[in-house]
């Protein structure tokens, strides 16, 4: 079993950037592929990043292209997710997952691939 918990998110106005972190538990988490995903309001989750097991593979949703940037440290355990220029439309509650039993050698951007889920962080910005 593995725990993920998020911090870092916020209200921030518009072109401000903030940094996600979520900590994973377990020993590991260097062989999980890692994403982030979010979701808004009456929406569905939607894929936003990813990054390969030792981080050398990394994908994102064309909307945060050249706006976010997803890493992972994997001697803290801990993927990240920076996110510069935000727009009103980055808001939502943001998780990241972890994709444990893949046999690819880079992550997947769908939901139903990751098997453990943090609880959220809230990322709103105002405009």
């Known amino acids: 079993q593995v725990q993920l918990v998020e911090s870092g998110g916020g209200l921030v106005q518009a072109g401000d950037s903030l940094r996600l972190s979520c900590a994973a538990s377990?020993?590991?988490?260097?062989?999980?592929?890692m994403g982030w995903f979010r979701q808004a309001p009456g929406k569905e989750r939607d894929f936003v990043a990813a990054?390969?097991?030792?981080?050398?593979?990394?994908r994102y949703v064309h909307s945060v292209e050249g706006r976010f940037t997803i890493s992972r440290d994997n001697a803290k355990n801990t993927v990240y997710l920076q996110m510069n220029s935000l727009k009103p439309e980055d808001t939502a509650v943001y998780y990241c997952?972890?994709?444990?039993?893949?046999?690819?050698?880079?992550?997947?951007?769908?939901?139903?691939?990751?098997?453990?889920w943090g609880q959220g962080t809230q990322v709103t910005v105002s405009s």
């Open positions: 990054v390969s097991r030792f981080g050398d593979s990394t």
């Open positions: 997952a972890a994709e444990a039993f893949s046999h690819y050698s880079s992550a997947s951007s769908r939901p139903n691939d990751y098997d453990y």
């Open positions: 377990g020993r590991t988490f260097n062989s999980y592929h």
